[in-house]
């Protein structure tokens, strides 16, 4: 199926040679990304006052998509670090001049979202880390192990990951930011955790370094900065590379979507580690108890998740039930 039939579906982009990268990045991923965003609005609420007044939900989500930043900014890292005669048998020279060119280092994440989950967490950053390695969720291993993979058959395909993750938090990412930041300052009760979690804005944006960027704009400099570096390496890819690159993004997306839905189950069952000052609120419990404030399409998407689901398990009831019928029958002939 293609995306626009089936935005959650495995896809191959169709190539517009007339069209910019990151146009071809746009047009072919705007089924998934309305997927992605419709099931990321359909949560966040819950995640914020007056549903709850703690960071605890937030934070657990935060937990479940540090990995994949982390993932592939140490990849990209670990390329543009190669020396050259590393790169001459490990990568394409014009594949490693466009990832070197792209690379800006005020725009990379993962210290910044370790920094956050060491305030929200109140743990030290080694911590962190450790428990960032053993993170939870089939589907967020999966994203990983295809991550390493593709990357290291196909490193240019980072330049997807770079678009995709970092203009999230450019444009959606402002305004989610906001909710964090009215939430942070109404409800939240976190003690000044920046000393030991490596803080770089001095408590300013405790717990939200993520949603951050350094400098007077804001960030707005470090995008067009980044756009602008895409436009200087178009030319070093060729058509193959570029529609790798396309066919990668929709894939993030894809799995993207993914491990938002394992959220559900995660948070469910209380698999990966809150606070230890925090006891857990039941996920169905806050979703039974706030669900009037919830969208329609949102209510019946939950529903229909809840019904896949058990009719899923009824299946399997009456698999094992008539298995163990024929095998009475048998016995009584």
């Avoid at 997927?35 to 605890?56: G, K, Q, V, Y």
């Avoid at 939900?57 to 190669?82: K, M, N, R």
């Avoid at 280092?105 to 956050?116: G, K, M, N, T």
Wanted: one cysteine or more; aromatic letters at 8%; a negative charge.
């Amino acid at each position: 199926m293609t995306p626009e039939q089936h935005p959650t579906g495995t896809a191959t982009a169709s190539w517009e040679p007339e069209k910019s990268l990151p146009q071809q990045i746009n047009v072919s991923t705007r089924p998934s990304h309305i997927h992605l965003n419709r099931l990321i609005l359909a949560r966040l609420p819950l995640a914020l006052p007056p549903l709850t007044s703690s960071p605890d939900l937030y934070t657990v989500g935060l937990q479940h998509f540090a990995p994949v930043y982390c993932a592939f900014e140490s990849v990209w890292e670990d390329i543009i670090g190669l020396q050259p005669l590393e790169t001459s048998s490990t990568i394409d020279h014009k594949v490693f001049s466009a990832l070197k060119h792209l690379y800006i280092p005020e725009i990379l994440r993962s210290d910044r979202v370790r920094a956050d989950l060491s305030s929200l967490l109140q743990r030290p950053l080694e911590v962190v880390d450790d428990e960032l390695e053993r993170s939870d969720g089939p589907k967020l291993f999966e994203f990983l192990e295809h991550l390493g993979q593709i990357c290291a058959v196909k490193p240019h395909v980072l330049i997807a990951y770079a678009w995709v993750m970092y203009m999230a938090l450019f444009n959606g990412g402002r305004w989610i930011r906001a909710q964090l930041i009215a939430a942070r300052e109404s409800s939240w009760d976190m003690p000044d955790f920046s000393r030991l979690s490596g803080g770089t804005d001095n408590g300013a944006s405790l717990g939200l370094e993520f949603w951050h960027f350094s400098g007077e704009q804001d960030g707005d400099d470090i995008k067009h900065e980044f756009k602008a570096r895409l436009t200087d390496i178009e030319s070093l890819l060729s058509v193959e590379q570029r529609q790798d690159i396309v066919e990668e993004a929709i894939e993030i997306f894809r799995r993207c979507a993914l491990l938002v839905e394992e959220l559900d189950d995660v948070v469910a069952s209380k698999s990966i580690l809150l606070p230890a000052h925090v006891d857990p609120v039941p996920w169905l419990t806050l979703l039974l108890k706030h669900i009037v404030l919830l969208g329609m399409a949102e209510l019946l998407y939950l529903l229909k998740r809840w019904v896949a689901k058990s009719q899923w398990y009824a299946s399997i009831m009456i698999h094992w039930m008539s298995r163990g019928s024929g095998y009475r029958d048998r016995k009584t002939k």
